[in-house]
């Protein structure tokens, strides 16, 4: 990167269209390029340089995207040094199509090509030409290969592009391999892949240092989150819990979880956590039910599980367990829809209606557990259970 281009200023407008996703890309392009002396303006007539930043989900996206384009053509025929350019989905399918429809667009940078859109600009500017960048299509190499063509994961991060200070979004997934019948997106964003759990911690500490409150975790199919084992994923879940006391103090889940809601703890435990219901019958068969504590009392528990600290649950005059019970916490199963705690005693391993505990104390004594004990089929048997009851969640914070 020579020192011209270092200090140079010079007017970058963008426009996006599409999901969340391409928000988040938007944002880290516009911080790679500020880095090199560009500058924020809304103003196509002011700006020497634009991006598209596209989505070709639907055809109208796509539609908006060709007809903003032409309504350039004339300016750049009077400004041949301006630098349009063309970035996400739409790119990353039609690459030359675009050429033929818009000749005067200089760049064309697929979405896992986000890092090297500076560089292409660069290029178009002081070379001229067309420049492309995109990601391998589903059967143009080695699995490997076509993945690292498509991954996105940028620690680069903006926060004046966020529509607000105290929101952001952290990618932890990228790409789909459904294939659905009717959606472009795993030729556009390529095999699925999940995010290093390490990373996704890293990254979100430094939007916490930028004053985050809000972080939504993003993927194309986010629910699919793997990567390498649980072991790993678990060892992030732990750290989540200081990260996410320094972002916010209350969170509500407005959809029955389809996995425990462990990215939302905070660091005074679960006892604050809300499940919400999304649906008139869901909410009719909990209104049945004889306490409304219940998911308060999961979230807890699971805590327990995960953190190996006693639990002490307080039981209401109708149970057959008399007062309340200190146990030391193994898991989570149902029955017949109906929760469980699974708890070593000094009478072995038992089971304790869950739906009638009028109050859960998370206590900082370590649960006595059998030294077999396995934490990660635990997790994982908890997962399931929740999976099995559930489907579909949204995390919001209040």
Not at 159 to 187: E, N, S, W
Not at 244 to 258: F, I, N
């Amino acid at each position: 990167m020579s020192a011209e281009i270092a200090t140079q200023t010079h007017k970058l407008y963008i426009e996006t269209v599409g999901c969340q996703m391409n928000m988040l890309d938007s944002e880290m392009v516009v911080a790679s390029l500020r880095q090199r002396g560009y500058e924020l303006t809304d103003s196509i007539a002011e700006a020497d340089t634009l991006l598209f930043n596209t989505c070709s989900v639907r055809e109208q996206a796509e539609n908006k995207t060709y007809s903003a384009l032409g309504r350039l053509r004339k300016a750049k025929l009077e400004m041949p040094e301006k630098i349009i350019g063309v970035m996400g989905c739409m790119a990353q399918k039609d690459q030359q199509l675009i050429f033929k429809r818009a000749p005067y667009v200089d760049v064309i940078a697929g979405p896992g090509q986000l890092k090297e859109i500076p560089d292409l600009i660069a290029r178009a500017r002081s070379e001229g030409g067309k420049h492309v960048a995109v990601g391998l299509g589903r059967k143009d190499g080695k699995v490997a290969d076509i993945k690292r063509s498509h991954e996105t994961f940028d620690p680069l991060r903006d926060p004046t592009m966020r529509p607000t200070p105290f929101q952001a979004f952290l990618r932890i997934q990228i790409g789909c391999d459904k294939f659905c019948t009717y959606c472009i997106v795993p030729m556009t964003r390529g095999p699925e892949q999940g995010r290093d759990p390490q990373t996704v911690y890293d990254e979100a500490l430094i939007l916490a240092d930028q004053g985050c409150k809000e972080i939504t975790l993003l993927g194309q199919t986010v629910n699919s989150y793997k990567h390498c084992t649980r072991a790993l994923s678990l060892k992030l879940i732990r750290g989540w819990s200081a990260l996410l006391g320094a972002l916010v103090s209350r969170y509500r889940w407005l959809c029955p979880p389809s996995t425990v809601p462990i990215s939302k703890i905070d660091e005074n435990g679960w006892g604050r956590v809300r499940i919400g219901q999304t649906s008139e019958t869901d909410a009719r068969s909990r209104s049945t039910r004889s306490n409304a504590l219940e998911p308060d009392a999961l979230a807890l528990l699971t805590e327990a599980v995960v953190s190996g600290r006693q639990v002490t649950m307080h039981y209401d005059s109708a149970s057959t367990v008399a007062g309340q019970r200190t146990l030391s916490p193994l898991g989570l199963v149902t029955k017949r829809s109906v929760w469980y705690l699974v708890a070593n005693t000094n009478r072995g391993t038992r089971t304790y209606r869950v739906s009638r505990v009028t109050d859960v104390e998370l206590l900082d004594t370590p649960a006595d557990r059998p030294e077999d004990f396995d934490l990660d089929a635990a997790w994982h048997a908890i997962v399931t259970e929740f999976e099995s009851q559930n489907r579909g969640v949204t995390i919001q914070a209040r």
